[in-house]
């Protein structure tokens, strides 16, 4: 799949090898027993997950900071594909690329041995929700048993490093509060969502039997130009930049009907490095507040490159048409979820309270900075002569 080129990020990346950088850069800095626990600079942080839309900012704030960080990446035949969101990082003599994959102990205990990590955030995942009815086997290995990997390897050889564990808002499911709260109780609605209600509950324990500073954040829906295209926001505004330049002429979507509280992935990783600050580990939500449909989101997008929807019919028959009386939006089925989670919005009072923290940048903001991100992707696609990136079905 063709990640997108991110907002600041010079586009085409580098040729890089990953692979071939790996042993070197992990064991130069640090070797177990011999270095001091904490370089020159500050401390040591190992993030799984580091190619995805998290892991790449939370890399950036990290370094930001003067951490040296190391990047559990998996081996992949063709190593530039996909790891796009972190080129621009390769360069930095404090970033480091570790291979590993959240299905193997072994790989997951080297790193840690080696690394000696001062704090470690748990951001790998089978993270696309629809995948995990298709693959839930694989989703519960990754998403679910992959954080108990990681504290079982952080047990054994880095006792005292700081665990954050990525949860989701996904573990509220069908809601039985509104807000949700870190009272909330817990009633997941797909694999994925059990599988993140089993990291969380493993990192608990952990906690709890280890005396182990391990932390959930349970995060709601947080997007940026560096989102997956297969996810709704991002598909929107990919499509809506491609329909403003006649790649397509509408966006096929599935329930509109759904609500989320989405907010800015840029944001949320702060809170995930506050809530590694702290004197006492705790899990916290992190959300807006507000919440908004999937209808409501398309009629935004469309809206910024020139489109005034108009939405008609229900349920499978629903359609939006432009201002020239031209459908496009559609509704197909296939989109539509075997247990679908229709209204999520958290409560961030104890975030603000406990770490100071507080979301900077509104709906609005975010879905004007997609837009813009995926137009500029697009023309740039038309000036170069090549097809814009498509979003998966
Ligand atoms: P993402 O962009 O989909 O990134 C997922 C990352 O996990 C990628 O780097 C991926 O690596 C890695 N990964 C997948 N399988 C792996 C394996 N077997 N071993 C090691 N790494 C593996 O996700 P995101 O949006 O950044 O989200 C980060 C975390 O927060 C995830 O755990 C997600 O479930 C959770 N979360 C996200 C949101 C949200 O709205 N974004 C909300 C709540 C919770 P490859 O590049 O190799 O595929
Ligand atoms: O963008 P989505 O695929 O995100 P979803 O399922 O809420 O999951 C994301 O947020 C979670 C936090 O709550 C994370 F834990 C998880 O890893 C992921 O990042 O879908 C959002 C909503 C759903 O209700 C879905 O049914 O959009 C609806 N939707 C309607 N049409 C669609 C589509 N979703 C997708 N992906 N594609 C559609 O065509």
Redesign the pocket.
């Known amino acids: 799949m063709l990640r997108s080129t991110p907002t600041g990020i010079q586009s085409p990346p580098p040729l890089v090898n990953p692979i071939a950088i790996t042993m070197e850069s992990l064991t130069r800095p640090v070797q177990k027993g011999k270095c001091p626990r904490y370089t020159m600079s500050g401390k040591t942080a190992m993030v799984?997950?580091?190619?995805?839309?998290?892991?790449?900012y939370l890399a950036e704030l990290l370094l930001e900071k003067g951490y040296e960080v190391y990047g559990?990446?998996?081996r992949?035949s063709q190593p530039t594909s996909?790891?796009s969101l972190i080129n621009h990082l390769l360069t930095n003599e404090k970033f480091h690329l570790v291979n590993?994959?959240?299905?193997?102990q072994n790989s997951i205990d080297n790193a840690v041995s080696q690394a000696q990590p001062d704090e470690f955030y748990?951001?790998?995942?089978?993270?696309?929700v629809p995948e995990s009815w298709r693959s839930p086997m694989m989703t519960a290995?990754?998403?679910g048993l992959?954080a108990l990997r990681c504290l079982e390897a952080i047990r054994k050889h880095a006792p005292t490093c700081r665990f954050y564990q990525?949860?989701?808002?996904?573990q509220y499911g069908k809601v039985r509060d509104v807000p949700q709260t870190e009272a909330t109780p817990f009633h997941p609605r797909s694999p994925?969502g059990c599988a993140?209600v089993f990291a969380f509950e493993i990192t608990r324990n952990y906690r709890e039997s280890y005396d182990m500073f391990a932390c959930t954040?349970?995060?709601?829906?947080?997007?940026s130009p560096?989102?997956?295209l297969e996810?709704v926001t991002r598909k929107v505004t990919m499509t809506a930049a491609r329909i403003a330049r006649n790649f397509d002429e509408c966006l096929w979507i599935g329930n509109v009907d759904a609500k989320r509280d989405w907010g800015f992935?840029g944001d949320?990783v702060e809170m995930q490095w506050r809530m590694l600050q702290q004197d006492t580990p705790g899990d916290y939500v992190v959300a807006t507040g507000r919440t908004h449909s999937v209808r409501d989101m398309i009629t935004l997008a469309f809206s910024h490159v020139g489109m005034d929807l108009v939405w008609s019919g229900e349920g499978v028959d629903t359609i939006a048409t432009d201002q020239n009386d031209v459908i496009r939006v559609r509704t197909n089925p296939k989109f539509f979820r075997p247990a679908e989670v229709d209204l999520l919005i958290g409560d961030p009072a104890l975030a603000e309270k406990e770490l100071g923290w507080v979301p900077g940048t509104s709906f609005e903001e975010l879905v004007q900075m997609m837009v813009d991100s995926d137009v500029a992707i697009v023309e740039e696609a038309v000036k170069g002569g090549y097809a814009p990136p498509i979003p998966p079905e």
């Open positions: 799984t997950g580091i190619t995805g839309q998290d892991g790449s559990l990446v998996r992949v996909g790891r590993g994959d959240l299905a193997d748990n951001l790998g995942a089978m993270s696309f290995d990754i998403t992959g990525a949860g989701s808002s996904e994925y993140k954040g349970i995060l709601f829906n947080h997007e560096r989102r997956g996810f992935a949320y």
